[in-house]
């Protein structure tokens, strides 16, 4: 084993506490092994009541009936909401319906809506409450990698509309995140892996350059069986989040570097239509910025090679499936969002922990990323 793992070892035995200043909220987040012990002394803080916990139907059976008798133990009044896992739940019926129980239970801004799972239920749930009485009290309790390293924090809320993910949504950060890696023990080993790939990606654009290198340089290859170091990983995945997230909150500029790989990306996963998980997208759109920079001999092979290997390592995808063409792919990405007055803006790394925002000509970006037009 390495010193690294030995060092992550280490740091997963205590939370982390930092604070996220976004806009005129601060976010308190608690990251480590037990860190749902802390739910409760932090409610004590508050002036709410009543909590309303929102799961799916894979967490609740899992975690629910724990946290509500700690809940009810310490004399809070609780309302429970599960509602079906997935995607397809991330619908403005569903926010309907969590409108209805709230007021049906008469809760106020200062109760609490406790979003319990990944990041459909921590979306979902947030949109709901930033916008219940223009903006009830909201905790997050994430279940997932994803919603660990990424969704939790900086505050996009989201619901799907007309098929189109994310159209409706609002910026409301949580006033507080437990994330706590005992609950990914029981996430299935591809959610785990696809989760995994937005934490290299963070690894990648980190300015903490040996520290993310020393995760992921220590990544063993037995990774997905023992789960070593694994808090460590999501946690930095946090932090970098974190980081990016204060910096540029209504995402101008630097928090677009959380979109590393997501161009082709996105584009791989809309042509996969549900075969590939969105990491497993990611990864192959990760693996296809890499290798054309280190083409145009923007950054060393070594590079590619490391998070090519430490990608596979995970299960993770790593090339175009043969059945997408090029002008498929490019006809998904001239519908990208980030794509203007015929140009994409691109992520891009001059080198480890050093990225920067360019904009490429549709017309170019296939001889840019090395793709065949014929
Ligand atoms: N708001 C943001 O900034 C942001 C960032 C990234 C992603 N997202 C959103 O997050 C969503 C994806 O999040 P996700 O990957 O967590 O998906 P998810 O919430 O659908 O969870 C994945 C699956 O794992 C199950 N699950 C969750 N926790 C579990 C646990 N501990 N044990 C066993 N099963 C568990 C869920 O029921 C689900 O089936 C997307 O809707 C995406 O748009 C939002």
New binding site residues.
Partial sequence: MTEHIATSERRDDKPQRWTLALADKTTQVISGKGARQYLLSFLKTTAAQKLLVLS?D??AP?YLRSLTSQLQAANYQVVTKVVP???AT?NLQQVNTLYDLLLQKKFSRRDILLAL???????LGAFVASTYMRGMALIQVP??V??QG??SL?G???VDLAMT??LIGSFYPAQAVFSDPE??V???PR?LS??LAEMIKCLLISPDQPTARNLLAGLPTDFLQTRVGLASLVAQGARVKSDLVQRDFYDFKERRYLNFGHTVGHAVEALAAGRLR?GEAVSIGMVAILQALVTHQLIPAQLLLLVTTKLKALRLPTTIPATMTSQQLLAKIALDKKVAAGQVELVLLHDWGQPYLQKIPLTKLATWLGWSTC
């Fill in positions: 799916d894979n967490v899992l896992a997935g995607e991330k799972g990944g990041g459909v239920i921590g979306d279940t997932t994803v919603a990424d969704s900086g996009k809320t989201a993910k994310n609950f990914l029981s996430l299935p959610e696809s989760g969105h």
